[in-house]
């Protein structure tokens, strides 16, 4: 691929599990990938795979801030989130208002795709449900209703529940799945190719676990 083909990515969350595979998928596939990170030392490791990243953090940034950061690109991914730490409130300020202000900020730049890492809205009702997970799925459920309400191409991904597993490169793709689980090798890879899959927008995509070729299961969700 040559710079001219390169699709410029920025991902928010660039040094979570799902974000930094999908930033290295994105740099070996030539594509030329930024976003942002909390903590120094994951600059330092992002920049020895060769990625380059921005220093900063979501919940200081408003959103002419992070337009700023945006430019030239193509699609913006957001794969931030609290994760469970810092409380109700981390959440509603990553997950909730974080994703506002990455829709504003990509309006403000003139960003046409936002691709959402989010979650099915009944994971783990086999669980003992808490306060704060329940939070976490409102606020997240939330966000989808967010997002699916702007004019921009978005697609909404929820994976199931994630594992460190190596990906096997076979996932089930659908909007309407069984809630089971997924590797993140094989969320980032499938977010890789809905990067790279600008026909499909506006959809809301569960992801588990799998028979279908990563590729073969995107490419049935192109519709026109
Ligand atoms: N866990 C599951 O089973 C599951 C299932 C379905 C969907 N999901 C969704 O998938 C998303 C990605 O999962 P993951 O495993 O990649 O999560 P992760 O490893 O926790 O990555 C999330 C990233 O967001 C970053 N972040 C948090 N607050 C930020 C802020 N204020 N500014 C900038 N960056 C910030 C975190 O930074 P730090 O590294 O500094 O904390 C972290 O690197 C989750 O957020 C969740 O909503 C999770």
Do not use: C
């Not at 030539?30 to 600059?43: F, I, N, P």
């Not at 430019?71 to 469970?84: C, K, N, P, Y």
């Not at 990553?94 to 994703?99: E, T």
């Amino acid at each position: 691929m040559d710079a001219m083909d390169a699709t410029k990515v920025f991902i928010v969350g660039i040094a979570g599990g799902v974000g930094s595979r999908l930033a290295r998928l994105l740099t070996v596939a030539g594509d030329r990938v930024d976003g942002l990170y909390r903590r120094s030392e994951q600059g330092e490791r992002l920049a020895a795979d060769g990625i380059h990243a921005t220093h900063g953090d979501l919940t200081r940034l408003d959103a002419p801030a992070l337009a700023g950061l945006l430019h030239d690109t193509d699609v913006l991914v957001f794969a931030a989130g609290a994760g469970g730490e810092g409380g109700a409130g981390a959440t509603s300020a990553i997950d909730g208002a974080g994703l506002t202000t990455a829709i504003e900020a990509a309006r403000l730049a003139g960003v046409r795709r936002l691709l959402l890492v989010s979650v099915f809205p009944e994971a783990w009702r086999d669980r003992e449900r808490s306060d704060a997970f329940e939070h976490y799925i409102d606020v997240k459920k939330k966000a989808d209703v967010e997002l699916a309400a702007t004019d921009l191409d978005w697609v909404i991904l929820r994976p199931a529940a994630l594992t460190d597993d190596a990906g096997t490169g076979r996932i089930s793709l659908s909007p309407a799945l069984i809630h089971t689980r997924i590797a993140r090798d094989d969320v980032a890879a499938t977010l890789a190719e809905l990067v790279h899959a600008p026909r499909i927008r506006r959809e809301i995509l569960e992801l588990t676990q799998g028979p279908d070729p990563i590729s073969d299961a995107v490419s049935r969700q192109i519709r026109d």
